[in-house]
């Protein structure tokens, strides 16, 4: 079947700090504007490898916001749920980096334009023959922005698409009540989960292992979860034909990292894509493995997508034969 895939939530445009441990109390250079957003980046690789993607999303009538739709539209997205508001100012994100893999941010999410994302936005008739709806947690960031997912999500549920859910948490995130109390919903229907390593604890009963943790939720209904593990690569778990734990690690290849975000929201296009296209979970999981390591080493978080050909030249010169 013909698979079309639909994602919604935050556009916005990112501003990196030029130096490691910049703050943002002290007057600094940044470089950018860069397009980001999560579900942005999401959507962006979806469409690099040449698959078809609705993004429904919010921008001001701003520059910024001009930037995120033209590349969004110049890499294949399906734009038209996309709305340019003259009330709100796009979206924005700093980010620096700091030791130790750390990344502070300084979001303007909820009070920008994204904010503006709401129930009346999803067009049942652009929804009309997208088979999979593809939910980031940071696109879960007030009521207005949940009803919308709720309603994409009965949409599809109800002509038997599929879910897939990055929880894509952010510790400057923590205090929003919406998203914590959404997760429990869109888990209940998700079927492919691609958490990051560091956000299994948040799925988990008590100090159970990661092992544990996983055949609770494919018992409980989810068919495949990936967990994202940074420059360590991946771990994929399902249940095999007798219903027992079957896990796959990949190793993340060796490349030179200049800027880990987006990361993981290539490698879930990827990985969600190939699985819908029909690749076994093996090859999907391996080119999502590359998708991800192209995406770190590109300045900026969606600069890095990358298409179909790029990742298997990439993997016929990182393989060992
Ligand atoms: P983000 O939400 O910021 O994009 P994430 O935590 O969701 O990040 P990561 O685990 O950082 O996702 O990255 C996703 C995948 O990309 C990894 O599982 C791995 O396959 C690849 N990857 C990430 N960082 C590296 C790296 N430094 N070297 C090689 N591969 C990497
Ligand atoms: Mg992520």
């Known amino acids: 079947m013909e698979f079309k895939i639909c ?7 990112e501003f990196l700090a030029k130096e490691h441990n910049q703050r943002f109390d002290k007057t600094g250079e940044f470089i950018g504007p860069y397009p980001s957003g999560a579900p942005a980046i999401f959507a962006d690789q979806v469409a690099k490898l040449g698959f078809r993607v609705v993004f429904f999303s919010c921008v001001g009538k701003d520059s910024f916001g001009k930037m995120c739709i033209n590349r969004l539209k110049q890499d294949g ?3 038209d749920g996309i709305i ?4 709100a100012n796009t979206g924005s994100a700093f980010v620096s980096y700091q030791d130790y893999n750390e990344r502070d941010f300084i979001f303007n999410i909820p009070n920008s334009a994204c904010g503006l994302l709401s129930f009346n936005h999803i067009d049942e008739k652009l929804l009309k023959d997208c088979t999979h709806l593809h939910v980031m947690g940071s696109s879960l960031y ?3 922005a949940i009803d919308a997912m709720r309603k994409a999500l009965d949409i599809i549920k109800n002509k038997g698409g599929t879910i897939s859910f990055d929880p894509n948490l952010r510790k400057e995130m923590f205090n929003i009540q919406e998203m914590e109390q959404s997760f429990g919903y869109i888990m209940e229907y998700t079927d492919i989960f691609l958490p990051s390593e560091n956000e299994v604890c948040y799925f988990a009963q008590n100090d159970e292992s990661e092992q544990q943790t996983m055949s609770t939720l494919l018992n ?3 068919k495949h979860i990936v967990v994202k593990g940074g420059a360590k690569g991946a771990n994929y778990y399902g249940l095999d034909e007798k219903n027992c734990l079957k896990m796959i690690h990949v190793d993340g290849f060796n490349v030179d ?3 880990p975000t987006g990361a993981g929201d290539c490698f879930s296009a990827t990985f969600v894509s190939l699985l819908l296209a029909g690749y076994c979970i093996e090859t999907a999981l391996k080119f999502a493995n590359v998708s991800g390591a192209l995406a770190v080493t590109k300045r900026g978080p969606m600069e890095g997508t990358s298409s179909l050909v790029e990742i298997q030249q990439f993997l016929s010169q990182h393989t060992m034969v």
């Open 7 to 13: 994602t919604l939530g935050e556009l916005l445009v």
């Open 77 to 79: 997205v399906i734009i």
């Open 84 to 87: 340019s508001r003259s009330r």
């Open 142 to 144: 007030s009521f207005r």
């Open 220 to 222: 409980n209904g989810i």
């Open 257 to 259: 990292v200049v800027d």
